[in-house]
């Protein structure tokens, strides 16, 4: 069983609606999460960054995570095709330094 | 430019061949490493280093050997190159107090 699952779509959404990407993880040592994104040959890039349980928001994003059910939430309000990339969870057992732990990514396409 | 820099971007290279991937980061952050990507699997990790001289084996490590001489370069080479090497291989750095910025791949194909 993989550490952190992410199921890899491919989601596809018309501009302006709310999407949900989900991760699941197994390991309650997992005690940071992030959410990066990758556009198409290009690397990942951090885009959220949280610490044990509870909810971020940045702009349009807000990361969210239920450390009691090991789950892993990222919502983009107002999607815009800009956001077309393809979206990875991760996560490590201690601050930055430590080995990062991904999901397979789910792909992301919306629409205009 | 500031940042973290891969080389070659493209390889094809044949199977039984050392072929050796470079990494090189601007900043002198402690942390580096090596992860691949492939459908289906996400980035997995190879190796891990946490200073000069220090690595440690990831998620994937047969086939690949690595080495952190200086703080800013930490080339993966592999062995004998098999098929299923082929993948698209991502380096990564990491300060004590930064996450961790990737640089753009290199896309190897082993024929």
């Known amino acids: 069983q993989k550490e952190v699952e992410q199921d890899p779509g491919p989601l596809s959404v018309p501009e302006g609606a709310i999407v949900s990407l989900n991760c699941t993880y197994s390991?309650?040592?997992?005690?940071?999460f992030m959410w990066y994104r990758q556009y198409s040959r290009k690397g990942p890039e951090l885009l959220m960054y949280?610490?044990?349980?509870g909810n971020k928001e940045d702009g349009r994003f807000t990361a969210q995570v239920d450390k009691s059910s090991k789950y892993i939430s990222l919502f983009i309000r107002d999607s815009q095709p800009s956001d077309s990339a393809t979206y990875l969870c991760?996560?490590?057992?201690?601050?930055?330094?430590?080995?990062?732990?991904f999901g397979a990514g789910t792909i992301l396409r919306v629409k205009s | 430019d500031a940042g973290i820099t891969q080389s070659p971007r493209y390889k094809i290279t044949e199977t039984g061949r050392q072929v050796t991937l470079m990494c090189h980061q601007t900043?002198?952050?402690?942390?580096m490493f090596w992860y691949r990507q492939d459908l289906g699997h996400g980035l997995r990790l190879i190796y891990y280093?946490?200073?000069?001289?220090?690595?440690d084996k990831g998620e994937v490590p047969d086939g690949y050997v690595v080495s952190r001489s200086k703080t800013e370069n930490f080339p993966l080479t592999l062995e004998s190159a098999t098929r299923s090497q082929t993948s698209v291989y991502f380096c990564?750095?990491?300060?004590?107090?930064?996450?961790?910025?990737f640089g753009q791949g290199t896309r190897l194909t082993v024929v």
């Open positions: 991760a996560t490590q057992k201690g601050e930055y330094g430590n080995k990062l732990v």
């Open positions: 390991n309650s040592a997992f005690q940071y």
């Open positions: 900043w002198s952050h402690s942390y």
């Open positions: 280093s946490a200073a000069a001289d220090i690595t």
């Open positions: 949280t610490y044990s349980s």
């Open positions: 990564a750095a990491a300060g004590a107090n930064t996450e961790a910025f």
